[in-house]
T-cell receptor
């Protein structure tokens, strides 16, 4: 079974600084997707960024970028120029590429609570 | 599009009562997912449908839980009878079958007293 591990329950960052959230996963599959979702106090789950395992290039979305290390099964999220609105719970998630059976479901990590300080 | 719509946003009920949570997926999406979020277990998949057919219900905790998708635009998750340990936030999400992004609703916070 696939597992996703986020070893940092809480992180803090100063406004305008950079922070990196860690995620590791365990899978025997070679093709899969990885995601970072953000959950602010409003409770809404918002997709931040996604990465296809077959792509070597790290995904980037504005101030958010990932460091995807397939061999190490590591998928960290870097937030640059942190803003107060970035304060939220961040979840790393995994999905296999094959769509048959249960292939479409997401497996989530336990989350990292990010605090942004003035 | 209005996104995934869940109702109610909050539900408070007493132990033993029946609870029904509702979800309207994004129009055109043919995969629908129900997740439960608790402090102890995090986010866990309960069941998911593809083209209105349940594909994987291995996450449904017990017979008290049931889910239906009578058509492409509506799904329900029912708990009967409810218990205090069912208190959680329940999320519905939808996606295209071939798509790799799941879009989440705002969730229903259920409190069973």
């Amino acid at each position: 079974a696939q597992t996703v591990t986020q070893s940092q329950p809480e992180m803090s960052v100063q406004e305008a600084e950079t922070v990196t959230l860690s995620c590791t996963y365990d899978t025997s599959e070679s093709d899969y997707y990885l995601f970072w979702y953000k959950q602010p106090p409003s409770r809404q789950m918002i997709l931040v960024i996604r990465q296809e395992a077959y792509k070597q290039q790290n995904a980037t979305e504005n101030r958010f970028s990932v460091n995807f290390q397939k061999a190490a099964k590591s998928f960290s999220l870097k937030i640059s120029d942190s803003q107060l609105g970035d304060a939220a719970m961040y979840f790393c998630a995994y999905r296999i590429l094959i769509l048959t059976g249960g292939g479409n479901k997401l497996t989530f990590g336990t989350g990292t609570q990010l605090k942004v300080e003035l | 599009d209005a996104g995934v719509i869940q109702s109610p946003r909050h539900e408070v009920t007493e132990m033993g009562q029946e609870v029904t949570l509702r979800c309207k997926p994004i129009s055109g999406h043919n995969s629908l997912f129900w997740y439960r979020q608790t402090m102890m277990r995090g986010l866990e998949l309960l069941i998911y449908f593809n083209n209105n057919v349940p594909i994987d219900d291995s996450g449904m905790p017990e017979d008290r839980f049931s889910a239906k998708m009578p058509n492409a635009s509506f799904s329900t998750l029912k708990i009967q009878p409810s218990e205090p340990r069912d208190s959680a936030v329940y999320f519905c999400a939808s996606s295209l079958t071939g798509g790799n992004i799941q879009y989440f609703g705002a969730g229903t916070r259920l409190s069973v007293l």
